[in-house]
């Protein structure tokens, strides 16, 4: 019914900056809660980031200053600006969102494929 496509991710020098797209496409009614979050080799996927419909904003504490995140409502977008990047932010970025598919549904959620950010020191 709908899929999550992240774009943006690469390789660059501890300092650099790197900016993460998700664009969510299919049946969709509405996007509620939409996220990014990150797993590194060996460890458990973490959320990074989180913004509401209404622009309310979560981070972790490991990114707070550094990151930001955006939505864009109308082009079903979210956005991951990372700005001062270390080489403990290299791992798998995943686009995440609570999507819903007609008025009275529930909220689903649905997760890209991932993208490969990684920090060079």
């Known amino acids: 019914q709908a899929q999550l496509v992240e774009s943006g991710g690469g390789l660059v020098q501890a300092g650099g900056s790197l900016r993460l797209s998700c664009a969510a496409s299919g049946s969709i009614f509405s996007i509620n809660e939409m996220g990014w979050y990150r797993q590194a080799p060996g460890k458990q996927r973490e959320l990074v980031a989180a913004?509401?419909?209404?622009?309310?904003?979560n981070y972790a504490s490991s990114v707070k200053g550094r990151f930001a995140i955006s939505r864009d409502n109308a082009k079903k977008m979210v956005y991951l600006q990372m700005n001062s990047l270390k080489p403990e932010d290299t791992a798998v970025y995943y686009c995440?969102?609570?999507?819903?598919?007609?008025?009275?549904?529930?909220?689903?959620?649905?997760w890209g494929q991932g993208t490969q950010v990684t920090v060079s020191s």
């Open positions: 995440a969102a609570d999507l819903t598919f007609g008025t009275s549904s529930k909220g689903i959620n649905y």
């Open positions: 913004i509401t419909r209404g622009g309310s904003t």
